[in-house]
């Protein structure tokens, strides 16, 4: 019996599966685009740093996916756990306690920092959900936009410790862990592991992302698929009714809120030693609502969807709406208008930055409320209710 | 009285009496902040009945209320400008314009708020709570991008065209601007508790906050009822948009957020979806404002006024006045 490879692997069956398929998708991108983009720049690494930064916002996304996905707790400060995860880092990674009434620097590994700001993170994350998560809906919501409105303030203001508004510079980099240096690694050609150098190179940046990011997709997709990952569902679908099957909603809740801010400890510590500088403008609410709306972009509650939408939205944010003048400029001197036409148009499109982004959220929502990718047991119970409401519409008109 | 209970009065408590103190020990600075407070007060009071009105009739957390407030401002200037205003003194024409600008521009943002409403949240009236929360997200970008399309990144001057008139009795100075300010507020605040309490729309849009579907059985148009209360809301704001354009002189096109989050937070303190609870909420708020900034310093105002978003609904979630909403 010879069996086609498409039936050995059940391929067929595999690939039917939409997720397995964006995966699929995801990871062969991921692994081709330094490649591809880097021998087609002509070695220039730009857009490799480009998708350094759009690796934490899906980080970002995929955590901020547990609370709102998830478990349906509207998270609107969600830039404070990651300003508070950056701040981790920054702190015990720079020279700034040097300068604070410490008088003391302190470098901290980051192999161990990255760990610890997690937790700090998500020891925020309880804290404030310990009194609020009885609070229901929009309370919630209200709150922690209250939160994520008071942490980059405090940042500013306990400049003594944090430098305030001159933020924190000259973060350390790190290094390959110690268990993976040896005989085997550096920059030679028989060596084995490549000695990345994180000071010089987004490639050892972008390896690091995309690390991070597959172990949280692991992580997170466990979680769903676990007793904890049904119980967030069914408080979603209805808090009473879970109540009463025996789930402790609030400790139920805590776990989103905590891990899901764990998730941005995470993002805020790389972020923090990518960009070798934090400052609290980097953690207002924009960045919040950008998160927010990637995850419901993307799709609630579905993380190949929500790392789908952080990617398109990133793109759209900071790549195409930022570079919308200079291709209309180009394309207007193309068409053969003179420059001076060329640079109004050009300032007028800077000028309709906000607008544009606006209006993509407006027509978004109006559009596909749904999502690109909308998880597929949300889809069914979103067609389910219309089905409910056409049968209502149907009873209505019968009766009249 | 629980738990929770005693530690929002504890708090009261503490605050009441640390502000005694200063009242005893400084009278005529305490005074003279409580003034500024007032009038603060009264702005953020207006901006919070739009987000409290509409919270309470379709449960949205209107983030473009802000922008709708600012947007009045900038409207305000460009009707100004068609009169032969005269700033620095008072004159018939600065009259005549103060008459005119302040219908036209409640009306225009009446009904731009409308249009908002139309396009933006009742398509998605049965959507998932998140999908109106996105687009009044994007409606207030949409609107500070219309701002800034228009006067560009820059502080924006609006005319001075108050009488300049002022005076001090036992040492606190009293502008005419803050009379003006508290008394216009207070016009306003009343004909709206009119407008709610004694009219038949007023009666549909309480009943459409209480229950959406009985409301309908009963024969009210709801799609009309809403479209009423955002239009409402945005007369109120765009009033506040124009007395904080007379009374500070500038605007730019970013206010809206942070002065919408402080209205939104006024509307919470006061008990959301509670008309007296805004009012009272946006008042409080002001004064509270002013004296974080007199007493403890202007960079912790925000830290305060969110700290007290937060502890008043983790003590008291239905805020000051605040009925009980039960949980649909």
């Given at each position: 019996m010879s069996q086609t490879l498409l039936q050995r692997f059940n391929l067929r069956e595999r690939i039917r599966d939409r997720d397995t398929a964006v995966y699929s998708i995801l990871v062969i991108a991921a692994i081709l685009f330094p490649i591809v983009d880097i021998y087609a720049n002509g070695g220039g690494t730009a857009d490799v740093s480009q998708a350094t930064r759009a690796g934490t916002f899906v980080l970002l996304a995929i955590g901020l996916n547990v609370v709102v996905g998830f478990a349906g707790l509207l998270d609107l400060g969600y830039a404070a756990f990651y300003a508070i995860g950056a701040y981790t880092y920054a702190l015990f990674g720079s020279l700034q306690l040097a300068s604070s009434p410490l008088h003391h620097a302190i470098h901290v590994n980051f192999w161990i920092m990255i760990f610890v700001a997690m937790f700090v993170a998500a020891a925020f994350g309880a804290i404030l959900g310990f009194p609020t998560l009885r609070l229901r809906g929009d309370y919630l919501a209200i709150v922690t936009l209250g939160f994520g409105e008071i942490v980059p303030q405090l940042f500013y203001n306990f400049d003594q410790w944090t430098g305030g508004i001159n933020a924190i510079g000259l973060i350390d980099q790190p290094h390959l862990p110690f268990w993976v240096q040896g005989p085997w690694s550096g920059d030679g050609d028989v060596k084995v592991v490549q000695n990345f150098n994180f000071n010089t190179d987004p490639v050892a940046f972008y390896v690091l992302i995309v690390i991070l990011i597959a172990i949280a997709v692991i992580l997170v997709s466990n979680l769903y698929k676990s007793r904890l990952g049904r119980a967030w569902m069914a408080i979603r679908e209805d808090e009473v009714a879970a109540a009463a099957m025996g789930i402790n909603t609030v400790s139920t809740k805590l776990l989103a809120f905590g891990i899901g801010a764990s998730f941005s400890g995470f993002a805020g510590a790389y972020y923090a030693a990518n960009l070798a500088l934090v400052s609290p403008d980097n953690f207002l609410f924009i960045v919040s609502i950008t998160v927010l709306v990637m995850v419901v972009l993307g799709g609630m509650g579905n993380i190949s969807g929500v790392i789908l939408g952080a990617l398109v939205l990133y793109y759209v944010v900071f790549v195409l709406i930022p570079g919308l003048p200079e291709n209309i400029t180009n394309l207007a001197s193309s068409v053969g208008l003179s420059s001076d036409v060329a640079g109004t148009i050009a300032d007028a499109t800077t000028r309709l930055n906000f607008i544009i982004y606006g209006l993509i959220l407006v027509a978004m929502m109006l559009l596909r409320p749904q999502g690109i990718l909308p998880s597929r047991v949300r889809e069914q119970e979103l067609k389910h209710a219309s089905v409910q409401e056409d049968e209502a519409a149907v009873e209505m008109t019968h009766q009249e | 009285m629980s738990l929770p209970d005693y530690g929002f009065y504890i708090l009261c408590a503490t605050a009441v009496l640390l502000l005694a103190t200063q009242a005893i020990t400084h009278p005529t600075d305490f005074l003279q902040v409580t003034i500024f407070g007032l009038t603060q007060g009264a702005i953020y009071a207006l901006v919070a009945l739009g987000y409290t009105m509409v919270y309470g009739i379709i449960?949205?957390?209107?983030?473009a209320h802000g922008d709708v407030f600012t947007l009045s401002a900038y409207i305000g200037t460009t009707v100004l400008g068609f009169f032969a205003i005269n700033e620095g003194t008072f004159t018939t024409v600065n009259l005549i314009a103060l008459v005119v600008v302040f219908p036209v521009v409640m009306l225009v943002m009446g009904g731009i708020n409308v249009g908002i409403e139309r396009v933006a949240y009742r398509p998605l009236r049965n959507a998932p709570r998140l999908a109106p929360l996105i687009t009044a997200i994007g409606m207030s970008f949409f609107l500070e991008g219309v701002m800034f399309f228009w006067k560009g990144p820059a502080t924006v001057h609006f005319p001075d065209i108050l009488p300049q008139y002022s005076t001090t009795i036992g040492g606190v100075f009293f502008g005419f601007k803050d009379i003006f300010v508290v008394v216009t507020a207070a016009i306003l605040v009343s004909l709206l508790a009119v407008f709610i309490n004694r009219t038949k729309l007023g009666k549909a849009m309480r009943a459409t906050a209480q229950d959406r579907d009985a409301a309908q059985l009963m024969g009210i148009d709801i799609n009309r009822t809403i479209a009423a209360t955002f239009f409402i809301g945005a007369v109120l704001a765009g009033a506040g948009g124009l007395i904080w354009g007379l009374y500070y002189n500038t605007v730019y096109f970013q206010l809206g957020f942070r002065s919408g989050l402080i209205a939104f937070t006024a509307a919470v303190f006061g008990g959301i979806g509670n008309i007296p609870g805004a009012a009272l909420g946006g008042l409080l708020i002001g004064l509270i404002a002013g004296y974080s900034d007199t007493y403890i310093g202007s960079k912790w105002t925000q830290v305060v006024v969110f700290g007290i978003l937060i502890g008043v609904l983790v003590f008291r979630p239905t805020g000051l006045l605040g009925m009980r909403v039960p949980e649909k």
């Open positions: - | 449960e949205l957390i209107n983030f």
